[in-house]
């Protein structure tokens, strides 16, 4: 059963973005699927370029929001909302997460126009796919769970971290490292979030690091989700290329990614979220459970509230409305991950990207948190 057709975002959905979803849905439900998606994770070299080059020549996925002069469709907020929401229904392993949703916006924002046409237009053909190493985890980099302004999280000038130094040449050197870098074995560019600058200057950038640079080791990490595949990054004197010029608003575009980026997740959780009350309806329908209409029932409004919540912030997105989708979207992920669990089954997939999900971006308290903090809503001037 697909409890989504009776609840659709808060706006009616245009023809264009209707047809949109019909054809991912069905191009997923071909090549991709719960099971299916853990099937193609298995191989890491293989796992991603099949799927990927497939969604992005038939529907443009890789560069959807990406200006048209590099190749992109020029598309808003609510079409990618609407792709992510098919790719988390189906839990599909691509690199739209890593490379269309963070790493190409702050190319676009940060590039210098030599970089921007050079790279941009290789992410939307899909050959070439990114992901943003940041040590202590992309949720604080990014401004979801904390204030990104305090450096301490890219290294803050001590032992730990990723450090960035100038060399003789003028150019950059890498030291350090990220674990939980998602996408960060298979990746063709990575974008380095490092600290550089004594005491007077200290300041957090980005950096441009190619997949075969001298001295950077990928090692790729057991994940809960292997639809999220994830690498520790390491930088052992690993020459980088400076992203746009100084001086720049890093830790600004980091965080405005992030507000995006938020709602981005919580399209996948919606999806995800509903595809795992499908299956619990599904069983339901087998086996007579005390109480399971009603708690069924109870999961379908709190899905459809986290999806109102996420198209809500994807047509009018403000400092806030992503996290607070995403808190709720997380929850109910959870929640009906948890009414969708058999004894019969041998994986859990939905289970296992909840619980992937609250670890890398959550909990789901602290990004409630972090939208009050900023919001002044617990005594304090908002950051």
Same mark, same amino acid.
């Given at each position: 059963?697909?409890?989504?057709?009776?609840?659709?975002?808060?706006?009616?959905?245009?023809?264009?973005?209707?047809?949109?979803?019909?054809?991912?849905?069905?191009?997923?439900?071909?090549?991709?699927?719960?099971?299916?998606?853990?099937?193609?994770?298995?191989?890491?070299?293989?796992?991603?370029?099949?799927?990927?080059?497939?969604?992005?020549?038939?529907?443009?996925?890789?560069?959807?929001?990406?200006?048209?002069?590099?190749?992109?469709?020029?598309?808003?907020?609510?079409?990618?909302?609407?792709?992510?929401?098919?790719?988390?229904?189906?839990?599909?392993?691509?690199?739209?997460?890593?490379?269309?949703?963070?790493?190409?916006?702050?190319?676009?924002?940060?590039?210098?126009?030599?970089?921007?046409?050079?790279?941009?237009?290789?992410?939307?053909?899909?050959?070439?796919?990114?992901?943003?190493?940041?040590?202590?985890?992309?949720?604080?980099?990014?401004?979801?769970?904390?204030?990104?302004?305090?450096?301490?999280?890219?290294?803050?000038?001590?032992?730990?971290?990723?450090?960035?130094?100038?060399?003789?040449?003028?150019?950059?050197?890498?030291?350090?490292?990220?674990?939980?870098?998602?996408?960060?074995?298979?990746?063709?560019?990575?974008?380095?979030?490092?600290?550089?600058?004594?005491? #007077? =200057?200290?300041?957090?950038?980005?950096?441009?690091?190619? *997949?075969? +640079?001298?001295? @950077?080791?990928?090692? /790729?990490? &057991? %994940?809960?989700?292997?639809?999220?595949?994830?690498?520790?990054?390491?930088?052992?004197?690993?020459?980088?290329?400076?992203?746009?010029?100084?001086?720049?608003?890093?830790?600004?575009?980091?965080?405005?990614?992030?507000?995006?980026?938020?709602?981005?997740?919580?399209?996948?959780?919606?999806?995800?979220?509903?595809?795992?009350?499908?299956?619990?309806?599904?069983?339901?329908?087998?086996?007579?459970?005390?109480?399971?209409?009603?708690?069924?029932?109870?999961?379908?409004?709190?899905?459809?509230?986290?999806?109102?919540?996420?198209?809500?912030? #994807? =047509?009018?997105?403000?400092?806030?409305?992503?996290?607070? *989708?995403? +808190?709720?979207? @997380?929850?109910?992920? /959870?929640? &009906? %991950?948890?009414?969708?669990?058999?004894?019969?089954?041998?994986?859990?997939?939905?289970?296992?990207?909840?619980?992937?999900?609250?670890?890398?971006?959550?909990?789901?308290?602290?990004?409630?948190?972090?939208?009050?903090?900023?919001?002044?809503?617990?005594?304090?001037?908002?950051?």
């Amino acid at each position: 059963m697909d409890t989504s057709q009776f609840a659709p975002p808060t706006e009616p959905l245009t023809g264009e973005q209707q047809e949109i979803r019909r054809a991912l849905r069905e191009l997923l439900g071909e090549r991709a699927g719960a099971r299916e998606g853990r099937a193609a994770t298995a191989a890491p070299e293989e796992r991603d370029t099949p799927l990927w080059t497939r969604l992005s020549g038939a529907l443009g996925l890789a560069g959807l929001t990406l200006p048209e002069e590099y190749g992109g469709a020029g598309r808003g907020p609510v079409e990618l909302a609407l792709v992510c929401e098919e790719a988390g229904r189906a839990l599909a392993p691509s690199p739209l997460l890593a490379t269309t949703v963070l790493a190409a916006p702050l190319l676009a924002a940060l590039g210098t126009p030599a970089q921007r046409a050079a790279l941009l237009p290789r992410i939307a053909d899909s050959t070439l796919t990114c992901a943003l190493a940041a040590p202590s985890g992309i949720a604080l980099a990014l401004g979801l769970t904390g204030d990104n302004t305090d450096g301490d999280w890219s290294g803050g000038g001590r032992a730990g971290g990723i450090q960035a130094a100038r060399a003789a040449d003028g150019g950059w050197r890498l030291y350090g490292e990220a674990a939980q870098v998602l996408d960060g074995d298979t990746a063709g560019l990575l974008l380095v979030a490092a600290h550089t600058g004594g005491f #007077a =200057r200290s300041r957090t950038l980005l950096f441009l690091v190619p *997949a075969d +640079a001298p001295g @950077l080791v990928r090692t /790729r990490q &057991t %994940a809960l989700d292997r639809s999220r595949p994830r690498a520790a990054v390491q930088f052992r004197d690993t020459g980088a290329e400076l992203l746009g010029e100084e001086p720049a608003d890093v830790l600004g575009a980091l965080a405005a990614t992030g507000r995006t980026a938020a709602v981005m997740l919580a399209a996948e959780a919606v999806g995800a979220a509903a595809a795992a009350l499908d299956r619990a309806v599904d069983r339901t329908r087998s086996r007579v459970r005390s109480g399971s209409r009603h708690r069924l029932a109870d999961l379908c409004v709190q899905v459809e509230a986290a999806r109102s919540l996420t198209y809500c912030a #994807a =047509r009018g997105p403000g400092p806030h409305g992503g996290p607070l *989708a995403l +808190a709720h979207a @997380l929850e109910a992920l /959870r929640a &009906t %991950a948890e009414e969708s669990l058999s004894r019969e089954d041998e994986e859990h997939p939905y289970f296992e990207r909840a619980a992937s999900d609250e670890l890398l971006f959550g909990p789901a308290r602290r990004l409630r948190a972090r939208a009050a903090e900023r919001t002044g809503l617990l005594g304090e001037e908002a950051a």
